[in-house]
């Protein structure tokens, strides 16, 4: 009888040592499924704030680029002072002057907003500029207008001056003798 007392507490023994073991294999793999998982969780917050991070890079980058095409459209040249006096003449003559030279060094026919955008002025006085650019220099800086009431700015260099000159004058005669023929009649 002691020998199946013995017998039963072994089976006893083992079956509650395979417990053991068992629930400390269990505990194991649940802290290890919890390690992965923190390691999940806390790669993936790093992987939003990576997103977040290039986002951010990204919409810096544009606005680096803005400010760089700013800064080549207005060739390093300094603002010209507004002054809030009563000489608003003034400060839209250097604003117009500026534009013409930054016109001269790059020629070519703007438009309004590329003007907003060069000059970092609003449209109504972008607008001013450009008629006060004419009226200083009408030779060089000629104004159209296109479809939809869209003004257009352009820089004539002296050679197209030059070659401009000869066809419109001749025309210009031929229309001034015409006039004076018509005058006589």
């Keep these: 009888m002691f020998e199946e007392l013995l017998k039963i507490y072994e089976t006893k023994v083992e079956e509650i040592e395979k417990s053991r073991k068992e629930a400390e ?29 290039i986002d951010q890079v990204d919409r810096l980058s544009k606005e680096v680029s803005d400010l760089k095409s700013q800064l080549r459209a207005r060739q390093g040249r300094p603002m010209p002072i507004q002054e809030t006096s ?19 060094e790059r020629p070519g026919r703007y438009t309004t907003s590329e003007l907003v955008e060069m000059l970092g002025l609003n449209k109504t006085t972008v ?43 001749e025309s210009s005669d031929s229309d001034r003798q015409r006039l004076e023929l018509m005058a006589m009649t």
């Design 25 to 53: 294999a269990m505990l194991l793999l649940i802290s290890a499924i919890e390690k992965i998982s923190s390691d999940f969780n806390s790669k993936q917050s790093d992987v939003e704030l990576l997103g977040r991070l």
């Design 86 to 104: 009563s000489s608003d003449g003034k400060a839209l003559d250097n604003h117009a002057r500026s534009l013409i030279d930054i016109m001269e």
């Design 127 to 169: 607008i001013s500029v450009m008629k006060r650019a004419h009226e200083l220099d009408p030779i060089h800086v000629k104004m159209t207008q296109g479809k939809r009431r869209k003004l257009y700015l352009s820089y004539v260099s002296e050679g197209e001056v030059q070659t401009t000159e000869g066809a419109p004058s």
